[in-house]
């Protein structure tokens, strides 16, 4: 066809042709024109072997500096980028033009291929069914979920089967450690109902960070322990090696597409509550494992039974209750019931909470606070654990340690802040402590936290006695209750009749 090089396909079947069959015939059956027919008649060579090499259509532009710049660097530092190089040339020779740059990487990634160091190889891995288990921790704050308006740090813990492509997510809200580890594996393995012969993960690098040799120690065998309560092979890659666990490394990026596509198909990105955002994530996994049910029922076939019941996903610590009514528990100082004070209790660590035990019994949990990112100590409090006797002491809110964590909302920060403003110290502190008691009392945190906003939006200080008023109970008329006692004589007849019956 016009406007097309003949090929040596087009050549050879030309000449086959030509056998039996005229030149404009042979042409037409073989794709190109009776004139070119002709011209091949006369010279019958293969096309390929007309080309004449592509010449240079300028001048090299490294031909000065090629011997004498670029292959000493290269020679010298092996892993140079060549963006790096060329800015060097760039510096030592400032006539070199920009529009070189593509020209100078080409160079040096042909040189490379010819003269270069020898590079590492992938090794393509085939998966039987119920081998291989891998772990990971993945980031998701790029997905900007938030949990009743405030945005959620966390990640997510993945667990995948590479053979059948079985998965399952949990959310974590702290940094990768043996207890995220632990319980989002358990409930991995429960959730499959089969356990595989080897578990994989990237060493817990992040988990053994900052950590003494005897902590990294204790780690190792806690998780060797829990392989062996599941009958798994504990593997882990190579560190810093990340293709060593490709097959669920690729898989984050998966599912944190998914995840993202389900967001803005839901058109929020907030949720009420944790508990919600975890359902979410789930449904999202669960719609990826039952596209490949096949697969995922053909390895359950494979995988081994479960023990008989789940081994402890947290650790176990001794704390001793302060009097201040609090424990501080790694850089965390968490407040408790006040007739805790003095006590020692038990504490089951968990990623999300805190399970506290007094003895056998279970006292109390908490939710698990984390350290701040300049590293001070972070604070989980309760009002409601030292109420009675800040309302002794009112003015001991004035400088109190943790006094913004002390209030359950902000907008009871702002009221105090405002009272400060307006009052002298000692009736503000006293005004405070009369909102938190009124707030404890009759259980009307949120609403009086909306008064508390009304009238700070009005620019008006809060009136205690007004709101103690408001969240009065309503008296109530006692009801008039009759009681119409009924005659002796009925007990006589009544012991008549039970004497006769027997």
Known sequence: MAGRHVTDQQMRLFMSLRRTHS???????????????????KDPGLPSQKKVPRERRRADPFADVWENDVLPMLRAAPGLRPISVFEELCRRHPKLGTGTRRTLERRIRAWRAVNGPDREVIFRQEHPPGRMGLSDFTEVADLGVTVAGQLLDCRLYHFRLPFSGFEHAHVVL???????LAEGLQNALWSLGGVPE??????????FRNLGTDAKEDLTTRYEAFCGHYGMTPTRNNPGVSHENGSIESAHGHLKRALADALLLRASRDFDDLAAWRAFVDEIVGRGNARNTKRIDQERMALKKLPARKTADYEEVNVDVTTSSAFTLRKVFYSVPSRLIGHRLRVRLY?????????????????????LPNGKHGHVVDYRHVIHSLRRKPMALLNLVYRDQLFPRRVYALAFDALLAGLSER???????????????????????????SALDDGVLPDLKSLIERFRPKDMELPVVIVTLP????????????????
């Open 174 to 180: 702290g940094g990768e450690s043996f207890v995220a």
């Open 487 to 502: 005659s002796l004589a009925i007990y006589d007849q009544i012991a008549a009749t039970v004497g006769e019956a027997a």
């Open 351 to 371: 990623d999300d909470r805190l399970e506290c035990f007094q003895g056998a019994t279970h006292i109390i949990t908490l939710r698990r606070g984390r350290t």
């Open 427 to 453: 009736p503000a502190c006293r005004a405070m402590v009369g909102l938190l008691v009124l707030a404890h009392e009759r259980a009307c945190e949120a609403e009086l936290g909306v008064m508390l906003q």
């Open 23 to 41: 030149p404009a015939v042979a042409a037409a059956k073989a794709g190109f024109s009776t004139s070119a027919a002709y011209r091949f008649e």
């Open 198 to 207: 080897q578990h994989r993960s990237d060493s817990l690098s992040a988990a």
